[in-house]
Nanobody, 123 residues
Framework: QVQLLESGGGSVQAGDSLRLSCRAS????????MGWFRQAPGKEREFVAT????????MYTDAVKGRFTISRDDAKNTVYLQMNSLKAEDTGVYYC????????????????WGQGTQVTVSS
């Protein structure tokens, strides 16, 4: 069982930045992909970004390419999502998820989820 704890959400203005963190309860990063998803009110949960540890590769949804960066710190069992140039449409609850070695964009490819952290961007 892996427990995930997100932090770093908040309310900001359009154009601002936030960094989300997700700390895992145990080190599994060498074998799994870690992803970030988000869910806006009234919408389905959608893929934002994912990172694999070995080799280190990242994947993003088109809407955040060039603005968001996913990274990880092995020593801290933590994955980050740096969000720059935030837009109102980035508003939602952001979830961290732990998947399998071949997990990519699908929510059904991830086995463990955090409780979510709210991001609100005002225009």
């Amino acid at each position: 069982q892996v427990q995930l704890l997100e932090s770093g959400g908040g309310s900001v203005q359009a154009g601002d930045s936030l960094r989300l963190s997700c700390r895992a309860s145990k080190r599994t990063f060498s074998t799994v992909a870690m992803g970030w998803f988000r869910q806006a009110p009234g919408k389905e949960r959608e893929f934002v970004a994912t990172i694999k540890w070995s080799p280190t590769t990242a994947m993003y949804t088109d809407a955040v390419k060039g603005r968001f960066t996913i990274s990880r710190d092995d020593a801290k069992n933590t994955v980050y999502l740096q969000m720059n140039s935030l837009k109102a449409e980035d508003t939602g609850v952001y979830y961290c998820a732990a998947g399998r070695s071949d997990s990519q964009r699908g929510t059904d490819e991830y086995d463990y989820w955090g409780q979510g952290t709210q991001v609100t961007v005002s225009s």
